[in-house]
């Protein structure tokens, strides 16, 4: 089947908002150091330009997590397919994900790691789906909320592709 994709957040307007985020988290984090953690593969195109707008001293990490269900709908059975390279305690996280639906993902992560001693934890996502959540979830730091529709680009895929869309577009199917 194929599938046509059509822009809903074009790339400058990407930029602005993640050189935004960036500065917030510079003031936030003003005499502290952060590990970004970035839930593979999606949000990684995310985390870097991210960590490039951060003033305060930065070090990454990746996670990457599996849950089980079609490639639309997060079952909420959450696998740890790689975990960090790197113990947390004592460090200041910021979890970084590329978009949030149900919440399940960031939820399970969130209570995991919390587990693991960190000085302390908060949650950053580039984009949001407000309307699909199922979980009671805090996100510190949200690009932009959208509507109830699959996207893809700047990391987001759909069945591995449009990862590397240097925008967000909605999918639609032919
Ligand atoms: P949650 O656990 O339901 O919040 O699902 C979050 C994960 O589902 C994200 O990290 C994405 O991997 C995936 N996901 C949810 N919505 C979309 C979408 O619209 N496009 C691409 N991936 C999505
Ligand atoms: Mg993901």
Same mark, same amino acid.
């Given at each position: 089947?194929?599938?046509t ?13 993640v ?28 985390m ?22 079609? +490639?639309?709908? +997060?079952?909420?059975?959450?696998? @740890?397919?790689?975990? %960090?390279d790197?113990?947390i ?5 910021i979890?970084?994900?590329?978009? @949030? ?15 693991r ?5 908060? #949650?950053? #996502?580039? %984009?949001?789906? !407000?309307?699909?959540? @199922? ?11 959208? !509507? ?16 590397? %869309? ?7 199917l032919?």
């Amino acid at each position: 089947m194929a599938e046509t994709i059509e822009v809903l957040i074009p790339e400058e307007d990407i930029e602005r908002r993640v050189k935004e985020i960036g500065e917030q988290i510079s003031r936030d984090y003003e005499g502290r150091e952060v590990r970004l953690i970035g839930i593979l593969k999606g949000a990684c195109f995310f985390m870097c330009e991210l960590a490039k707008r951060i003033t305060v001293p930065v070090s990454i990490d990746f996670m990457q997590c599996s849950s089980y269900g079609s +490639s639309t709908v +997060s079952s909420g059975v959450i696998s @740890v397919k790689k975990d %960090l390279d790197e113990p947390i305690d004592g460090l200041h996280i910021i979890v970084v994900e590329d978009i @949030v639906d149900s919440g399940k993902t960031l939820h399970y992560l969130g209570q995991m790691l919390e587990q693991r001693g960190a000085a302390s934890i908060r #949650t950053c #996502t580039l %984009l949001d789906k !407000p309307e699909r959540r @199922v979980v009671d979830l805090h996100v510190d730091y949200t690009g932009f909320e959208i !509507p109830d529709q699959f996207v893809v680009g700047y990391g987001m895929d759909y069945n591995q592709k449009y990862r590397n %869309l240097p925008y967000i577009g909605i999918v639609h199917l032919d």
